[in-house]
């Protein structure tokens, strides 16, 4: 996987993040929450645009 500026700036952005939230027990939902919009957000970037489809409503 290629890794433009951008993205690496994310990254090391994000890994800052998680070691100061990683020092609190408290922090690891928020950890969670962090990786997956930052993957989500890099699978849009690489697919062009919302690849997500429509969710079906619960029933």
């Known amino acids: ?8 700036y994310e ?3 994000l890994l800052y993040e998680l070691w ?3 020092r609190r027990a408290s922090a690891r939902a928020r950890i969670i ?3 997956k919009r930052f993957i989500e957000r ?3 970037e690489r697919n062009g645009g ?3 489809k429509p969710r ?3 029933r």
């Not at 996987?1 to 690496?8: K, Q, S, V, Y």
């Open 1 to 8: 996987m290629d890794l433009t500026p951008h993205d690496l």
């Open 11 to 13: 990254l090391i952005n």
């Open 20 to 22: 100061t939230l990683y």
């Open 33 to 35: 929450i962090l990786l």
């Open 42 to 44: 890099l699978r849009k």
């Open 50 to 52: 919302d690849d997500q």
């Open 56 to 58: 079906e409503p619960r």
